[in-house]
Nanobody
Framework: QVQLVESGGGSVQAGDSLRLSCAASGLPFSSYVMGWFRQAPGKEREFVAVINWSGSSTFYAQSVKGRFTGSRDNAKNTVYLHMNSLKPEDTAVYYC???????????????WGQGTQVTVSS
């Protein structure tokens, strides 16, 4: 079955960096667009970034643009989210998701990981 497993979350100070990873199995990885989403306590899950099938194209939420970078390694079936200049408002559970089609809305994604917690303190 399809599995997406995130890792790399943690507790950091404002201004620090983290790299999240999401390892995929059970699907033809290079045939899937990979998205990153996040959900803070009491808030809706929100779009963060999307990486196209080859990794040649990415798109970001305005709130993270210029600070976060999405990438993927199709040989390793892994997608990454490099997060720089982290802010307390970036605190959330971060999820990776997979879909065959390019999408920005969470409800369009077929597969989801379990999430990894990122906590940024000021």
């Amino acid at each position: 079955q399809v599995q997406l497993v995130e890792s790399g979350g943690g507790s950091v100070q404002a201004g620090d960096s983290l790299r999240l990873s999401c390892a995929a199995s059970g699907l033809p990885f290079s045939s899937y667009v990979m998205g990153w989403f996040r959900q803070a306590p009491g808030k809706e899950r929100e779009f963060v970034a999307v990486i196209n099938w080859s990794g040649s194209s990415t798109f970001y939420a305005q709130s993270v643009k210029g600070r976060f970078t999405g990438s993927r390694d199709n040989a390793k079936n892994t997608v990454y989210l490099h997060m720089n200049s982290l802010k307390p408002e970036d605190t959330a559970v971060y999820y990776c998701a997979a879909d065959e089609n390019l999408a920005l809305a969470a409800d369009e994604y077929d597969y989801w990981g379990q999430g990894t917690q990122v906590t940024v303190s000021s």
